[in-house]
């Protein structure tokens, strides 16, 4: 590796933005790495400073930043890239040091054979005929396959040079502070702030009157005056250990001060909203998205399990309070709560962050008054422990089987499209089920018997887990009914369009699974789903009672006459066969 000079880096990390492009839709994960020097002449990366004949050496340690985003389509040309890369990278780096202030508009963005991304057009795609190969044996058709392409986000010399000589600055001013405390030197008067001065932390935003340095987290700072770092004061005046505005003292408003101890000393703390609140030491089980492939290779992959689920352990607490609840249907709560894991973290996802706010959902059984059940005349009650899991598995493994479901549909659509001459007319929505999992909370060396006559258990709760959906309840849509195969929504209304998408979604799973199954009840946000029916036909049930109370054999047996086909099942790239009316 090269050597260094001086010190020119702000961590041993710098940002890189890794892409795994799918046609029409990819993912992405802000990662670290460490970087081989290439001779390329100076290039300053934020995290990472190097050049030929230069080592690279760590100034101070930056933040880890490791971030991610969803769904991005394969499709995306470089003005794309280039604001998604600066929209993830400027806020972490303005995070680290937000006294100084960095012009990301001068930021330059390149993939990983240095080329700069901001001479490329617009509305080309960037990366995607990197994805395209050659067909297989037997196909003449080429193919979309899967690859991984590396962004990076670099800060230009002159910026850099900058926030070298800021940082240089800062270290000696603290140092000056250091020694002020260390001699007990008196505050002194405050001098006019020179222009040089205010250059380092305003740029071109000239200041008239004197303001105390910004904090700087970079050591132990004690704050300065800004006359106090004028060049003309350093050698006269003896700086100042405070900040100038230490010397103001006010006097608080007798009438506010009284009505601030009438109403604080009384601590009338509500105790309540502490009893509503449920602290729960859990195990984590994600629900998993698995393709339909490898559910019918191996039976232990056929239902949502412990055994095959991936685990981890931490904390949640659930706010069961009535005034707080989230939502309630016909089945099951909703409660807002928070989940810290302490081992197995995700690096995106449910559980990637400590206290990250979550959706708790807990089965309810309706308690009627004696004199008979009568409309909206119930109290909510809970199951019992052993009943409660149960419960909750069922709502596990629906949401299992639709992750399934889901991701054999688009890979039936991304084949149709990659093997069609011509694109479809129409854009495809890109959705998918909520990130969840099961939290199970036991006790620690005791059994218990939920109920006569059964096996002794250690769980003593079960909670269903979900990431929260992104614009709250305003962006909750029902899509299609589970008692129906037609979208709820009218023309024109905001998610019809999705509606008629994921009905196409519908008659796709449908033909696929030769008759036997499809996905229902489709809610959520224009992204994201939750809640949804598995709905199976009569004939493979056998009498059992497969995925809860939810599933309605009959509109299964309907489907090829109640089904409306739309402009989606009409594209002639997917070959489908007609049904209801189009038949």
């Given at each position: 590796m090269p050597t260094m000079a001086r010190s020119m880096i702000v961590g041993q990390n710098y940002p890189m933005l890794l892409l795994h492009l799918k046609r029409s839709h990819s993912k992405f994960r802000l990662f670290m790495r460490e970087v081989v020097g290439r001779r390329v002449g100076v290039v300053h990366l934020l995290g990472y400073v190097f050049s030929y004949s230069i080592?690279?050496?760590?100034?101070?340690?930056?933040?880890?930043?490791?971030?991610?985003?969803?769904?991005?389509?394969?499709?995306?040309?470089?003005?794309g890239l280039i604001k998604i890369a600066l929209d993830i990278v400027y806020p972490k780096i303005q995070s680290f040091c937000p006294a100084f202030q960095w012009r990301y508009k001068e930021f330059v963005v390149q993939d990983s054979r240095w080329v700069d991304l901001s001479g490329h057009h617009a509305h080309k795609p960037y990366f995607y005929s990197q994805c395209i190969q050659a067909g297989r044996k037997g196909l003449k058709s080429p193919i979309f396959k899967t690859k991984q392409f590396a962004l990076m986000v670099v800060v230009p010399e002159s910026q850099w040079c900058e926030y070298e000589e800021w940082t240089e600055q800062v270290e000696e001013w603290t140092e000056r502070a250091?020694?002020?405390?260390?001699?007990?030197?008196?505050?002194?008067?405050?001098?006019?702030?020179?222009?040089?001065?205010i250059d380092v932390f305003q740029g071109e935003d000239y200041l008239t009157t004197e303001v105390p340095l910004p904090e700087v987290p970079l050591k132990k700072t004690?704050?300065?005056?800004?006359?106090?770092?004028?060049?003309?004061?350093?050698?006269?005046?003896?700086?100042?250990?405070?900040?100038?505005?230490?010397?103001?003292?006010?006097?608080?408003?007798?009438?506010?001060?009284?009505e601030a101890l009438r109403s604080g000393g009384i601590a009338n703390v509500d105790a309540q909203s502490v009893y509503d609140l449920q602290n729960e030491n859990v195990q984590l089980y994600w629900i998993a998205t698995r393709p339909m492939s490898k559910i019918l290779e191996n039976s232990k992959y056929q239902s949502f399990t412990l055994h095959t689920a991936e685990l981890a352990t931490g904390q949640l607490t659930v706010d069961t309070s009535s005034a707080n609840l989230i939502g309630q249907g016909g089945f099951k709560t909703a409660h807002p709560g928070w989940l810290t894991l302490v081992s197995h973290i995700p690096t995106t996802g449910l559980g990637s962050i400590p206290h990250q706010k979550v959706i708790v959902k807990r089965p309810f059984i309706k308690i009627f008054p004696p004199n008979g059940p009568l409309a909206g005349t119930y109290k909510v009650g809970r199951y019992a422990v052993a009943?409660?899991?149960?419960?909750?598995?069922?709502?596990?493994?629906?949401?299992?089987?639709?992750?399934?479901?889901?991701?054999?549909?688009?890979?039936?659509?991304?084949?149709?499209?990659?093997?069609?001459?011509?694109?479809?007319?129409?854009?495809?929505?890109?959705?998918?089920?909520?990130?969840?999992?099961?939290?199970?909370?036991?006790?620690?060396?005791?059994?218990?018997?939920?109920?006569?006559?059964?096996?002794?258990?250690?769980?003593?709760?079960?909670?269903?887990l979900e990431e929260l959906i992104l614009g709250g309840p305003d962006a909750f849509v029902k899509f299609i009914h589970n008692t129906d195969c037609d979208p709820l929504l009218d023309p024109g209304e905001?998610?019809?369009?999705?509606?008629?998408?994921?009905?196409?979604?519908?008659?796709?799973?449908?033909?696929?699974?030769?008759?036997?199954?499809?996905?229902?009840?489709?809610?959520?946000?224009?992204?994201?789903?939750?809640?949804?029916?598995?709905?199976?036909?009569?004939?493979?049930?056998?009498?059992?009672n497969l995925f809860g109370d939810g599933n309605i054999e009959d509109v299964v047996s309907q489907f090829e006459k109640k089904?409306?086909?739309?402009?989606y099942c009409e594209?002639?790239?997917?070959?489908?066969?007609?049904?209801?009316r189009q038949a």
């Open positions: 080592a690279m050496q760590p100034l101070m340690p930056i933040q880890s930043i490791c971030e991610g985003k969803k769904d991005i389509d394969a499709q995306i040309d470089a003005p250091e020694e002020d405390e260390a001699t007990h030197q008196a505050p002194m008067a405050t001098t006019a702030i020179s222009k040089a001065s004690h704050l300065r005056t800004a006359s106090s770092l004028s060049s003309t004061s350093s050698s006269t005046s003896p700086p100042l250990k405070k900040a100038a505005s230490a010397n103001i003292f006010w006097s608080p408003d007798r009438n506010e001060l009284k009943d409660k899991l149960s419960k909750q598995f069922k709502e596990a493994n629906v949401l299992y089987w639709a992750n399934s479901l889901l991701d054999l549909t688009y890979a039936f659509v991304n084949r149709c499209v990659a093997a069609s001459s011509n694109p479809p007319p129409f854009e495809i929505p890109r959705l998918h089920f909520i990130h969840a999992g099961l939290a199970l909370s036991f006790l620690p060396g005791q059994m218990i018997v939920a109920k006569p006559g059964a096996k002794p258990c250690s769980v003593q709760a079960a909670f269903l905001d998610g019809y369009s999705t509606a008629l998408f994921l009905a196409f979604t519908q008659h796709i799973q449908y033909e696929k699974t030769g008759g036997l199954a499809y996905i229902s009840d489709y809610q959520g946000s224009m992204e994201v789903l939750t809640d949804p029916q598995i709905l199976t036909h009569p004939s493979v049930s056998e009498g059992n089904h409306v086909c739309n402009h594209w002639s790239g997917f070959e489908l066969e007609a049904y209801g």
